[in-house]
């Protein structure tokens, strides 16, 4: 290997160690509440420091299960054909989210600041 090689390897380290510091250390605060949308409208904020079960029926027969525990929420069973949004790991973090597209579920961490704004584009 040659001199440019390392210089370049050393370039992408550095690069991808900058983006993982601002993915994770910049954006670790944890959210308060976890906003839950179905069909796009916001049907029920909860709040991440008090454990709860919530069943979620959607007008296409669809079933979720939202679990929030530890302060950190999941999808713990979903009827969906695909299953995807029971295998996300645990949200906690402000902006992470859980979406079930077949039953256009949508489970967002928020802060108190976020809870209550309205978005622009709406």
Do not use: W
Request: aromatic share 4%.
């Amino acid at each position: 290997m040659k001199k440019a090689d390392f210089i370049i390897i050393a370039a992408v380290a550095v690069i991808a160690g900058i983006l993982v510091f601002f993915l994770y250390g910049v954006n670790n605060a944890s959210g308060a509440y976890v906003q839950l949308e179905v069909d796009g409208k916001i049907v029920a904020t909860l709040s991440l420091d008090e454990d709860t079960v919530r069943e979620i029926e959607t007008d296409n027969n669809g079933r979720n299960v939202l679990v929030i525990k530890d302060g950190e929420a999941e999808m713990s069973e979903a009827n969906c054909p695909d299953g995807i949004c029971t295998n996300h790991s645990k949200i906690h973090r402000n902006g992470e989210s859980i979406i079930c597209l077949p039953h256009k579920v949508v489970v967002t961490v928020v802060n108190d600041n976020d809870k209550d704004e309205i978005d622009a584009v709406a």
